[in-house]
């Protein structure tokens, strides 16, 4: 919303400073956008009479002229044909910056003759394009501020403009009226009276309106009236002025003065030329299908339901949105129907967003206007047409009534103080709510008509608060919820999403951060990319599809830092990833991600392509932080994003997956453009189970005195057994003794043969209640024998 | 006696190696050695003699012994030093990569200022991110027509033309949280809510997600004084350094009386100092929970009030670490990431102060 200071002044009578202005609405929620303040760069600027002018000795074009100014008699050498003695001028003096030439003046020769400033030319003060010559002002004192005279004789020059952003609960703030009626009730200044003085008809209305029973609800009230005998063209130019200074481009008088009333009063008014209309004016609901060029020059085909007006020729109007072109006013237009109409907010909306046009009417309407301003607006800009154009009104023609919105709430002047904590004297709630147009009968506040969001008792603390200023505010405390010591708040899985975060950082990862949508073949890699989770209006192609992993996104996060130069990388996000499309359809995912090599290569040798341990470490590491049982099972089988023969699940039981590691499908990586080697990891921390305990006692230490004891078996198998089955055979040969079996070394080929491996464990004994003999020893690794060899078909190695 | 001893004294001092000092012990005083030799010799002296010779020749003994020793240990120790002084290295060679894992600023930042609302009794609550269009407009004051559904840029989800169910929404801030929070365990409550937001919005100051923490605090008396006094004291202690606020009227479809929050902070050279100057950012919106989204969340708007708020976790993030811009938290940049990232041990806390 744009609007003049002037154009504010002539609502408001006030001695306000701009800047208190500008501080003032920004502090009652009408927040200041912008101020184009053209007296600011005009403001060195200052008026001088020239004593005398003389022919330049060597430049006919040229003239030297004596000036009287502020400072006393200075040369001028000046070049304008209009220069010459007696003339009152504006002068910038040496150090003043010239808008309209970009330049700052200084002190020069020209041709030979010293020059002490410039005379300027309206287009040099950017205030025209006037460029024939110097300024001539009719009167002046020398010495006195340009900007002073002006603001004395052509206030539109130095008007500034303001633009303030409206919160939709602000419809009456859309009229410049409003912004007054806000700034008067904060006491800077007076709201001016508008007075309506109904205009005399000279009879019946020769076009008659009909509003169809099913739309008396979208359209309670429609008036207008015939103006018969007017002359269109161009508007004057304090109108012009107005409407341009607000960045709206002058039509014609007519059109000018819907618009200036849509500004001024946030009243839009429409006008039919009725030489070009047939019959009489009908509102309705399209039945669909209908078409209209609207004033835009472009054409809308109405769905059922949305509101026009039509005449004998179809329609002629989106009701309350746009007006159609047909019917439209030129500088031939002689008799026009002005239309001043209440519509229902919610269907303009509803319209306005299906046809998707966004007009000043559209705008106003269903923010919601003041009905009963309907009238008013009609009277008065038919006296605006009958001033600017001339003509004759007839009768107003009435169809419907102005809805009735009048409704009250309890004033509970001590509501202010319990709810926002400010202590504002009860008369002055009332003095406050009675300036912005309430009317307080005992302790009911009526709302006025204009004020739509008013709805409710919080509605009036809310606008006494805001007259009053919320810098009033004072801070109190805000009680504790109990006494002493706060309670830990997070709840066991955000803690554990802290811990796994955490974790994943010390073993050496980045975190990142990536959207939660990717592009649909991207998607559709990770077993997601369906209609399912997919946007309806995305920003970008590749921003489609809800991610179903956080995967896909470190992919694409790697393929840029490889682009960038980087080969090698550890990333890692936790975040949701998306497995259907309704609420509730999103799990926790903690993804790490290898990319390259462990390092660059250096003196130690020790920087190797990253491998499928690497992240299989790295998950267990952080299962093992979150309290995931040590003990778990690797399975296999999962989707085609990871390599067939290089990947574990780790699960408690075939449907309870912790994890997955492993090495990427090389064909993903090719997809998604990233150099391997890649492995990743995705942990699901809400699949591990919380301890079922929650006592924190750990119980007693176990530690035996007695000395442990360790073997080594090697063990011949078929190259796939895992090694983990025979772990857990050896382990399970005497579950009391046997304290750890660890796997040392892996053997494939050469004098085993073709498919057998050896694997070699260490198994340590420890004894808790005897010192382990020798025939101890011999017992159980007997039956380790025995166990591994059931379980696997594997043989002692000799 | 006393040329035995200054002999094998003399032969010891001058032994080169171990082997020597071994041959030396056993001639002197191995089993058939010149000393033990002599002392076989006492037995055949009479008594008096023996009474001299005696402690004497032990006393030579225990020479000959300790200069043994002491010798061996000489050996030995010039031995290491000469092994040592082999071993020397290059200690300005590099060493062997270690990947250092960083946080990135957003989980940062949501820890910290989790820190600082737990103190106040602030519990966390989390929702969806796909929301039905009731929890992110209706329940909060903002029906289908309302202007404030088409300022949102908002993010719908597909719809089949056969399907006459409205599309769900990506939540466009987080105060659904608070609605499904209301819901679950009434009044009086104090929650923040933190987590990915959306907007249809892509320029150099937005991206189309980003990041909030929403804040509600229900109870029977809380004003909006106690709302000034909650965000002065979390904007201190998130800034480290004494903050003042200002409350501006503004609007919003779910608070009354609304207020937007700018804090105080000076612009110099193009940096942005919170904590000082005259000058203010806008930094939050917030005001009194709107007695209908009271309803909506099943609390009685008679009985029960309270504040709500909504902070950018990213922009908090830019103002207090100096990141100029938005789009580069999404990037995963390596660079960015190591520049902007935490050390993982650097959680933050209140009694250690939230930052390093």
């Not at chain 1, 029973?213 to 015939?226: K, N, Q, S, Y």
């Not at chain 2, 062997?96 to 609302?117: K, L």
Request: overall charge negative; aromatic content about 6%.
């Amino acid at each position: 919303m744009k609007f003049t200071l002037s154009w504010l002044k002539n609502h408001l009578e006030t001695d306000a400073t701009l800047d208190v202005i500008l501080d003032t609405l920004t502090d009652l929620g009408l927040e200041v956008e912008g101020v184009e303040n053209p007296a600011a760069r005009l403001s060195e600027f200052t008026i001088g009479y020239v004593n005398s002018a003389e022919k330049h000795p060597d430049a006919d074009k040229l003239r030297v002229c004596q000036v009287q100014t502020d400072e006393g008699e200075t040369q001028i050498i000046c070049g304008a044909p209009n220069a010459r003695q007696g003339i009152t001028v504006v002068i910038a003096k040496p150090g003043v910056y010239v808008p309209g030439i970009d330049t700052t003046i200084g002190v020069g020769k020209i041709r030979g003759i010293e020059s002490f400033g410039m005379m300027c030319s309206e287009r040099e003060m950017e205030l025209s394009e006037e460029h024939d010559g110097i300024i001539e002002l009719p009167n002046g004192e020398v010495g006195q501020s340009f900007v002073d005279w002006l603001a004395q004789n052509d206030p539109a020059k130095v008007d500034p403009v303001i633009e303030i952003a409206i919160t939709p609960n602000r419809p009456d703030a859309l009229g410049v009226r409003g912004v007054a009626r806000d700034l008067a009730a904060r006491g800077l200044g007076t709201l001016k009276p508008l007075p309506v003085t109904p205009v005399a008809g000279n009879g019946p209305s020769s076009v008659d309106v009909i509003i169809d029973a099913d739309t008396t609800d979208g359209c309670p009230v429609f008036m207008g009236r015939v103006i018969s005998g007017v002359k269109n063209g161009p508007s004057p130019a304090w109108l012009q002025d107005m409407l341009r200074a607000i960045g709206l481009r002058p039509i014609s008088v007519l059109v000018d003065i819907t618009n200036y009333f849509t500004y001024d009063q946030n009243r839009p008014l429409h006008v039919f030329d009725v030489d070009k209309m047939q019959g009489n004016l009908r509102v309705h609901r399209a039945e669909g299908g209908e078409t209209i060029v609207a004033l835009d020059d472009k054409e809308y085909t109405l769905a059922a339901g949305q509101m026009v007006i039509s005449d004998d020729n179809g329609p002629e109007s989106i009701a309350g949105i746009i007006g159609g072109a047909v019917t439209g006013c030129s500088d031939e237009t002689t008799t026009v129907f002005l239309e001043s109409a209440f519509w229902n907010n919610i269907q303009i909306a509803l319209t306005g967003r299906a046809l998707k046009i966004n007009s000043d009417a559209r705008y106003r309407f269903e923010r919601g206007i003041d009905p009963a301003w309907t009238a008013n607006g009609l009277e008065l800009a038919t006296q605006m047409v009958l001033d600017l154009c001339g003509g004759e009104a007839s009768d107003v023609v009435v169809v419907g009534a102005i809805p009735d919105v009048s409704r009250s709430y309890k004033l509970d002047t001590d509501r202010v103080q319990s709810l926002v904590g400010m202590t504002i004297p009860a008369d002055t709630q009332r003095a406050t709510l009675t300036a912005l147009g309430f009317e307080i009968d005992g302790d009911q506040a009526h709302v006025p008509s204009w004020r739509p969001d008013v709805l409710g008792e919080a509605d009036l603390v809310e606008e006494v608060a805001r007259i009053a200023s919320l810098t009033r505010l004072e801070g109190r405390p805000l009680p504790r919820i109990t006494e002493g010591l706060p309670t830990p708040v997070l709840t066991p899985i955000q803690r554990r999403e802290q811990i796994v975060r955490r974790t994943i950082a010390q073993l050496g990862y980045n975190e990142c951060v990536t959207y939660s949508f990717i592009d649909q073949p991207s998607a559709e890699l990770f077993g997601g990319g369906t209609d399912a989770t997919r946007l309806e209006n995305p920003i970008s192609y590749e921003m489609s599809h809800m991610r179903p992993t956080v995967l896909p996104g470190l992919l694409q996060a790697a393929a840029r830092n490889q682009a960038r130069g980087f080969a090698d990388m550890a990333l890692f996000e936790i975040g949701a990833a998306f497995h259907g499309g309704e609420p509730g359809e999103q799990h926790l995912q903690a993804t790490g991600l290898l990319v390259g090599r462990t390092g660059p290569k250096d003196v130690h040798g020790s920087a190797r392509a990253v491998d499928v341990f690497d992240v299989k470490a790295d998950a267990e590491a952080v299962l093992a932080a979150i309290g995931a049982p040590a003990k778990v099972q690797i399975m296999r089988g999962v989707d085609d994003t990871w390599h067939p023969g290089r990947h574990g699940k780790i699960c408690l039981g075939p449907k309870m997956v912790l994890g997955i590691f492993g090495e990427i499908h090389p064909k993903i990586l090719t997809e998604m453009g990233v150099k391997g080697p890649a492995m990743a990891f995705t942990l699901w921390p809400a699949e591990v189970p919380m301890p079922k305990n929650e006592s924190v006692n750990r119980g007693a230490v176990t530690a035996p005195d007695l000395q442990a004891v360790e073997r080594d078996f090697a063990f011949v198998v078929d190259t796939d057994v895992e090694a983990l089955t025979l772990v857990n055979a050896a382990a399970g040969a005497d579950k009391a003794l046997i304290d750890n079996v660890r796997v040392f070394d892996e053997f494939i080929g050469g004098s085993l043969g073709e498919g057998k491996k050896s694997l070699a464990i260490a198994v340590r004994l420890q004894p808790t209640e005897a010192t382990l003999k020798d025939a101890d020893i011999e017992a159980v690794s007997t039956k380790i024998v025995e166990k591994v060899s059931k379980a696997t078909g594997g043989v002692l190695r000799g | 006696m006393d040329h035995l001893r200054d002999k094998y004294i003399a032969l010891i001092a001058e032994a080169a190696d171990e082997n020597t000092l071994e041959d030396l012990r056993v001639q002197a005083v191995g089993k058939k050695g010149e000393i033990s030799l002599e002392m076989r010799a006492l037995g055949k002296m009479s008594p008096e003699e023996r009474q001299v010779a005696g402690p004497a020749l032990n006393a030579l003994k225990d020479e000959i012994n300790s200069a043994l020793a002491a010798k061996k240990q000489a050996l030995s120790d010039a031995a290491l030093d000469e092994r040592l002084r082999t071993e020397w290295l290059d200690v300005t060679l590099p060493t062997r990569a270690r990947n250092v894992g960083t946080i990135h600023p957003i989980s940062q930042v949501w820890e910290e200022v989790t820190a600082i609302f737990a103190e106040l009794g602030f519990a966390v609550a989390e929702g969806p991110q796909i929301e039905t269009d009731w929890y992110n407009f209706d329940a909060l004051n903002i029906p289908g027509h309302h202007p404030a559904r088409a300022e949102m840029d908002t993010f719908y989800t597909h719809r089949t033309a056969d399907e006459d169910r409205p599309p769900h929404v990506l939540r466009t801030h987080t105060s659904p949280v608070q609605i499904r929070s209301m819901e679950a365990q009434g009044a009086p409550i104090r929650i923040i809510c933190p987590g990915r937001v959306y907007r249809a919005d892509y320029d150099q100051t937005h991206t189309p997600m980003f990041h909030q923490i929403e804040g509600l605090a229900i109870d029977k008396d809380i004003s909006m004084a106690n709302l000034k006094w909650t965000l002065e004291e979390f904007f201190s202690a998130y800034f480290g350094r004494s903050v003042k606020t200002r409350f501006r009227a503004s609007h919003f479809p779910f608070t009354e009386p609304s207020a937007e929050v700018d804090i105080q902070c000076s612009f110099k050279d193009g940096t942005v100092t919170v904590g000082e100057g005259d000058d203010w950012l806008e930094v939050l919106g917030s005001g009194m929970v709107h007695p209908s989204v009271l309803s909506a969340g099943g609390i009685d708007p008679n009985e029960y009030q309270g504040f709500a708020f909504g902070i950018g976790i990213d922009r908090i993030a830019m103002l207090k670490y100096g990141i100029p811009d938005l789009r580069a938290f999404f990037d995963s940049d390596l660079r960015w990431l190591r520049h902007y990232g935490f050390a993982s041990l650097d959680q933050p806390n209140l009694h250690a102060g939230l930052s390093r």
